[in-house]
């Protein structure tokens, strides 16, 4: 990036100021020592005229953010039709606030570095604009209630991300956030959380998360069943509408 700002005749506090970002975080990207997002690498190609020689990292940055069992996922998810999930232990990524996604990262065991922490959270406020694209996928989650009890990060953190949360519901009409009461102790998502997804092309495929991580499923047999498996597990939530207040109250808690 710093080469081609260079030829194009352009200082880094003049390149920021045209990037809409400070010039520290562009001096950090030019250094290696931060990771830029796709918006910008794609900003720097047109601005800094770079005959695709920008637009072409976009992949090798996508590499460095995401694991690589994870990789595939993130890519398919800027351009898919419909993504759902069921959670159990914490608000879905696409809708985690900046504080409650570092405390996420802070738990971590091992302990992650300063820097490491500050990469993964990017990266995953970066997949948040999906829910922005001119045309918008379907989304659709169920939540455990325990999980809007659980103060990560603290009282505080927790307040801001229900408020978040009841900001998104309200602001994208393409998304529904369902609550699975604590009191409904049999249902079907006994066997743990998931994250479901239908391509751009119509590929319906599954991602199942674990302690040895993730692995992206696309077997028709058994993405098929766990597409049923959720939509029995959203008839037996609640409706969006008693989810909305039952996550108002909770923050009228905190």
């Known amino acids: 990036m710093r080469i081609h700002r260079v030829r194009a005749g352009f200082t880094q506090k003049a390149a920021a100021e045209k990037l809409l970002i400070s010039e ?37 940055v996508d590499e460095e953010k995401y694991s690589p069992r994870f990789l595939d996922w993130a890519k398919l998810e800027r351009s898919a039709r419909v993504v759902s999930a069921y959670e159990t232990m914490l608000i879905p990524g696409l809708l985690q606030t900046e504080a409650y996604a570092t405390a996420l990262y802070r738990s971590h065991v091992p302990a992650y570095s300063e820097a490491e922490i500050t990469r993964h959270v990017e990266a995953r406020l970066e997949r948040q604009s ?12 169920v939540i455990e209630e325990s999980v809007l009890d659980r103060a990560l990060g603290g009282p505080e953190v927790l307040k801001k991300q229900l408020q978040h ?51 992206l499923i696309s077997k028709p047999e058994q993405v098929g069943d766990t597409f049923d498996l959720f939509g029995i597990l959203r008839a037996q939530a609640h409706n969006p509408w008693e989810s909305v207040k039952i996550i108002d109250k909770k923050m009228g808690q905190l």
Do not use: W
Not at 131 to 140: E, K, Q
Not at 177 to 184: D, G, H, L, R, Y
Not at 188 to 200: D, K
């Open 24 to 60: 520290s975080l562009l001096g950090a990207v030019e250094r290696a020592e931060r990771i830029p997002s796709l918006d910008l690498l794609v900003a720097a190609e047109g601005f800094f005229r770079a005959d695709g020689a920008l637009k072409a990292c976009c992949d090798l």
């Open 165 to 215: 949360l009841q900001d998104c519901i309200e602001r994208y009409k393409h998304l529904t956030v369902q609550v699975m009461p604590t009191s409904q102790h049999i249902h079907a998502g006994m066997m743990g959380p998931m994250q479901l997804m239908t391509t751009a092309e119509g590929r319906n495929l599954l991602y199942v998360e674990s302690q040895g991580g993730g692995r």
């Open 130 to 141: 999906v829910l922005d694209r001119p045309l918008p996928p379907r989304v659709g989650y």
